[in-house]
């Protein structure tokens, strides 16, 4: 994860997760609704659960014992891929345990190649290509399994990242006080520069360029022709990436369906997502993908026909309360939630052949393998049913529904299932 994010976002998720399963063995028994729940809010929940496989994996078919080797890691476990692998032989086996046990067949050691070691790497050689490409990044790979030290293979590696991650970051690098800057090309196309335009100052001739500093020709790694190199950028000339592809948008119909616990407490019905895919098996209100221009009408239209197919009894789209809005950005998806509510008074028999679902107060729904998605999608309910409830504050919802709960003898009360069921309801 914190390929992704921070270590005090991470920090906490890792020591609960350390505290419960801090053997593979324990991890391989849990479950995935376990462990969902445990990384719920932390995002990227595929990892969790590839987490949960690979310790399965090395417990029922790799007799306990985990693979040593960047090689055999990347391709024996879900989920390792070959940073992560790489990371593992280097840190925690120094990648020099013999393959398969046999002491005369030693490893060579492993380098790493991640965010930060990129760009320490294209400063260091002045690649100017971008540096996602697959052309670019095998040439990193190289480089790094070059440069690393044999015998301290783990330190090494993280040196260079914690490099990358305190002296040679993204914005005005600490050039000056960087420990590797006499190795730097990038360093010293900057301080050529600045000699340079001493020289012209004081009329002297300006030295002839260094074929490898001009970046002309065909070379892969070098700044592509449309792109050269920006004086006023420094070092920071690289590394260059191509324009990120913009996220694909979705949007969602959402549905909070909310019944009055046996203390009064609202309560809330939970549905699971299926075990793979986007958010596997984590919970969520009653939710259906909506294509994208749907008329609202449509949209709720649609909406209330999955209810109904789900609860087994008619549902008026009319009946449902538009609540607003909710936006959520995934790592590579913007997802829109149009969120709806619909008060039960009744209870609801669910199709047990549809998705496993459960009735959940405010705190369990929060215990829950719930995404932060839903988190927001509750909280604008509750807001939306604040409004309601204040005498003085209560407004109009956008458009859609009025709130139809002002008169309810229960304050913020939505709407009762027999004013939009046109059918009794069962037990
Ligand atoms: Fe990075 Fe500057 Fe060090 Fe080069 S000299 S590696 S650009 S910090």
């Not at 026909?305 to 909710?326: R, T, Y």
């Not at 107060?361 to 988190?375: G, I, L, N, Q, R």
């Amino acid at each position: 994860m914190l390929q992704q994010t921070q270590v005090a976002t991470v920090i906490h998720y890792y020591n609960r997760w350390m505290q419960k399963w801090p053997t593979l063995q324990a991890l391989a028994q849990a479950s995935l609704e376990e462990v969902n729940e445990l990384w719920a809010g932390l995002g990227y929940y595929s990892r969790g659960k590839r987490l949960q496989e690979a310790a399965r994996k090395v417990v029922s078919e790799l007799a306990g014992r985990m693979p040593r080797t960047a090689e055999d890691l990347q391709k024996l476990l879900p989920g390792v891929g070959r940073y992560t692998a790489g990371a593992i032989a280097s840190i925690s086996y120094g990648q020099s345990t013999s393959q398969h046990g046999n002491p005369s067949s030693w490893c060579q050691a492993t380098g790493v190649v991640d965010g930060n070691v990129i760009r320490v790497l294209c400063r260091l050689r002045c690649i100017g290509a971008d540096s996602s490409s697959p052309a670019v990044i095998d040439r990193l790979w190289d480089m790094a399994n070059v440069l690393v030290d044999r015998s301290r293979p783990g330190d090494f590696n993280q040196a260079l990242m914690e490099l990358g991650a305190t002296v040679c970051v993204p914005k005005s690098p600490l050039c000056r006080e960087c420990p590797v800057k006499q190795h730097c090309q990038a360093w010293h196309r900057v301080e050529k520069e600045l000699s340079f335009t001493s020289q012209k100052l004081f009329g002297k001739a300006p030295p002839v360029p260094d074929v490898e500093d001009c970046g002309a020709g065909d070379c892969p790694l070098c700044p592509p022709a449309t792109e050269p190199w920006d004086s006023s950028l420094g070092v920071t000339n690289f590394p260059r990436k191509a324009a990120k592809k913009p996220p694909r948008v979705m949007r969602t119909a959402t549905c909070v369906l909310e019944r009055r616990g046996c203390h009064g407490a609202p309560e809330y019905l939970i549905v699971q997502r299926p075990s793979s895919g986007l958010l596997a098996g984590l919970w969520e209100f009653p939710s259906l993908p909506l294509a994208q221009d749907l008329q609202e009408e449509k949209e709720r239209e649609e909406l209330a026909d999955h209810l109904q197919a789900w609860m087994g009894q008619p549902v008026a789209a009319k009946g449902l309360q538009f609540i607003g809005e909710v936006i959520h950005i995934f790592s590579h998806i913007h997802q829109t939630y149009v969120v709806y509510s619909l008060y039960l008074d009744g209870d609801v028999t669910l199709d047990p052949a549809l998705s496993p679902s459960r009735w959940v107060t405010e705190d369990e729904f929060h215990a829950s393998a719930v995404s932060t998605a839903m988190k927001k999608v509750l909280k604008a309910h509750k807001k939306q049913h604040r409004k309601e409830s204040s005498p003085v504050k209560g407004s109009k919802q956008k458009r859609g529904a009025k709130a139809q709960g002002a008169g309810s003898p229960c304050p913020g009360t939505q709407l009762s299932l027999h004013a939009f069921l046109r059918a009794p309801t069962g037990p």
